[in-house]
């Protein structure tokens, strides 16, 4: 399972909450985003996978720091890979904007992958992809979306237009979405 944290964070408080849960034959890695400035938050540095300019559907997106955050992704699925793991084994996984690196990653990859795990998140790029199906390796991969129904960062309505789009992209049966009544932009013990 590879996990990217959201924005502002780090990959050491996914680690511990998995640790709880750790089996013997599942291997977590929780990278770390690289620190830079996001328009977002007034230019502030922080850890974040690509730069965030607004947060409305209809905001101008990141694209190249977006497509770079992706590589980098793929350089880890690569990586394990090489150590044996088949990627078809690897569930990508991530938490608002780790989990829209996540969806991105999984549809743009040449690697097969075992699913996605997507936690307050949205799709980015949104409009790059086709209107219908995918054609690459993941067309029917398994997609877990998450959303609290209170979330004031990224507002349902996201996480809804987003499980739209995956269902035109990949086997529609294969995408589950899951809202959690009274929930901010958090995560849960389900």
């Not at 004031?152 to 992209?169: I, N, Q």
């Amino acid at each position: 399972v590879i996990f990217l944290h959201g924005l502002g964070d780090t990959g050491h408080g996914w680690a511990e909450a998995f640790a709880g849960i750790r089996s013997s034959h599942i291997k977590y890695i929780c990278p770390h985003a690289p620190v830079m400035p996001v328009t977002l938050n007034m230019n502030m540095a922080m850890p974040s996978w690509f730069n965030i300019i607004g947060l409305s559907p209809d905001s101008q997106e990141d694209e190249s720091g977006i497509k770079r955050a992706a590589e980098n992704v793929k350089a880890l699925i690569e990586q394990e890979v090489k150590n044996g793991i088949p990627s078809n084994r690897i569930i990508l996984g991530g938490f608002s904007q780790g989990g829209a690196l996540s969806l991105y990653t999984a549809l743009t990859t040449q690697q097969k992958l075992a699913g996605v795990t997507a936690l307050s998140c949205w799709l980015p790029l949104q409009s790059s992809f086709p209107q219908g199906p995918i054609s690459g390796v993941n067309k029917d991969i398994s997609i877990l979306q998450c959303h609290g129904d209170c979330d004031p960062l990224v507002p349902l309505m996201f996480g809804t237009l987003t499980v739209e789009k995956l269902k035109s992209l990949v086997n529609p049966a294969n995408v589950t979405f899951k809202t959690y009544e009274s929930m901010m932009h958090s995560s849960c013990q389900q």
